[in-house]
């Protein structure tokens, strides 16, 4: 309902959906019934042949759901999106078939965002590199522990926007530079913006804003070389629908 009364165009699933196949199959299954595009990248959890299987399921009866591991760019009228599946550390990539993206993977990016006449939305399940405890990228038990090799496609391949999910406690914030240091609030219109996507799911959170998540998504709206975002925040759930989902 968030999406559809925004009037979003595609649904960004960045990552960390489940383990099993069936699990990624019922959470994209639900998501294509908003009958969007449901573009869908592998994060650090999933296993490679349970994330395929899965996303290959949801798309028999739902051929809107895209796997952004396959196909890595996908063209709006407003910009270009591009996918950086996996994610760079092995040390925390939860299985032993997991995907790691490597230096060449993101090459690849810098000359896709190269081509394009129009601006770039990188997706990422994990962040660039930042400095401090506000950047998009600060665990609350690592400190600054995003990728400088997202970075350095940001930079060379000018990439104005991007959306990255991995650091939980750092959902719903966004910054206008790389390294999370300008942060940009909620309607605000920046030339650049990167997006700390938040949890989903119903499993609370302690955020480093000192808030409680039980479920959040956001909407980034692109127009013009500029770009605004706004969140939602799920109400915790009541005893009835703890009850059904038992």
Excluded at 4 to 24: C, F, M
Excluded at 83 to 112: K, M, Q
């Amino acid at each position: 309902k968030f999406f559809k009364d925004e009037k979003a165009d595609a649904i960004v699933v960045t990552g960390d959906i489940g383990e099993k196949a069936s699990s990624i199959t019922r959470v994209l299954k639900t998501l294509a019934e908003s009958k969007l595009p449901v573009l869908v990248v592998i994060g650090n959890r999933e296993c490679r042949a349970e994330f395929t299987d899965g996303v290959d399921a949801a798309r028999k009866d739902n051929s809107s759901v895209v796997n952004l591991n396959e196909v890595r760019e996908v063209d709006f009228p407003e910009l270009t999106l591009l996918s950086l599946p996996g994610y760079h550390d092995p040390e925390f990539i939860n299985c032993a078939t997991g995907c790691r993206y490597l230096e060449s993977t993101v090459d690849e990016v810098v000359s896709a965002a190269k081509g394009s006449s129009a601006p770039v939305l990188l997706v990422s399940h994990g962040p660039p590199h930042g400095e401090g405890n506000l950047a998009l990228d600060y665990a609350s038990a690592g400190g600054n522990v995003g990728d400088p090799q997202i970075n350095r496609a940001i930079a060379e391949g000018n990439i104005s926007f991007g959306v990255f999910s991995n650091i939980k406690e750092e959902g719903g914030r966004a910054a206008s530079d790389a390294a999370g240091t300008v942060l940009v609030k909620e309607g605000t219109a920046s030339k650049a913006l990167y997006l700390a996507a938040g949890p989903a799911d119903t499993i609370g959170w302690e955020m480093n804003d000192g808030q409680k998540s039980v479920g959040m998504a956001h909407v980034m709206s692109i127009k013009d070389g500029q770009a605004t975002w706004k969140s939602m925040r799920a109400k915790a759930l009541t005893a009835a629908e703890k009850a059904e989902a038992k």
